[in-house]
């Protein structure tokens, strides 16, 4: 149970969540202002974790930043929770292959993280492809439990984002519902900077944005790619961060 609900009042702003694959990555999104650092390997799945080496080392050098672990899904985030450094602030888990609620309610309240990481479930837009409960109701299952928080993300990383599996509609009502209980929604999935300025057009306040692929270049071949999905192996660019942040400033008044 988070210890501060007043963590989740709504931002003045839309928050942005960038996720890093290491300690050099984490220093520039920390140098950016970025609001969460998020430590994930994306070469290893939608939310796999980095070594948790890496974990010590950022709590080490970044202490003022909130820094997020993801921990994968449930196998790894049970194994891995209790490494998760106190001083980090969120840790996010994966529900794919629970189809049933109370596995996945299970799951959340037998993770051993240590008492100072607020859990962060995450809900994929793709429910039926990582064979999960779906968006809904993992939202209502968190505002059941009387958490505070959960990032919607996809599970496939094919080159299709949160949009194709989301209507802006479903979006809305999904946020409004998460707004009234007073739960702060991340989204993410593949997501691109001009889809964030289009659905900033909606009148409803999402919690934030969480960004891998749209913030990366390709490290190998160098030819940039339009597809995210494809770019979120590569390499942090700090140009990227920037506008990310730029438009969240402009957008999420
Ligand atoms: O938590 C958010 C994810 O790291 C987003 O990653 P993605 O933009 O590559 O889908």
């Known amino acids: 149970m988070p210890a501060d609900s ?16 290491n300690l050099d990555e984490a220093k520039t999104a920390a140098a950016l202002g970025v609001d969460i650092i998020d430590f994930k390997e994306p070469r290893r799945g939608p939310l796999a974790p980095v070594d948790a080496a890496v974990w010590e080392a950022a709590a080490q050098a ?5 820094l997020s672990a993801a921990l ?4 790894s985030a049970l194994r891995l929770a209790s490494r998760v450094p106190a001083t980090f602030r969120f840790a996010k888990v994966g529900p794919s292959g629970l ?3 109370s596995d996945l309610t299970d799951l959340w309240s037998e993770l051993p993280l240590p008492a100072s990481v607020e859990l962060v479930p995450v809900a994929y837009a793709d429910a039926d492809t990582a064979a999960c409960v779906e ?3 993992v939202l209502e299952l968190v505002i059941a439990a009387g958490r505070t928080r959960m990032l919607i993300d996809t599970f496939s990383k094919d080159g299709r984002s949160l949009f194709d599996h989301l209507t802006h509609d479903h979006l809305v009502r999904l ?3 998460a707004n009234a209980a007073g739960v702060w929604v991340a989204l993410a999935g593949s997501v691109r900077l001009d889809q964030v300025a289009e659905f900033a057009e909606q009148p409803v306040v999402a919690g934030c944005w969480g960004v891998r692929g749209d913030v990366c270049v390709p ?20 140009d990227r961060v920037h506008a990310w942040m ?7 008044n």
Do not use: F, I, K, M
Request: no cysteine.
């Open 246 to 252: 730029q438009t969240l400033q402009t957008h999420g």
């Open 62 to 66: 970044l202490p003022d930043a909130s």
């Open 72 to 75: 994968g899904e449930s196998d």
């Open 99 to 101: 189809r049933a609620a």
């Open 135 to 137: 968006v809904e109701q």
């Open 219 to 238: 490290s190998v071949d160098r030819v940039p790619s339009v597809n995210p999905a494809e770019r979120r192996a590569g390499q942090l660019d700090a």
């Open 175 to 177: 946020l409004r519902r």
């Open 6 to 21: 007043t963590l989740a009042a709504p931002p003045r702003r839309w928050q942005l969540l960038v996720s890093v694959r």
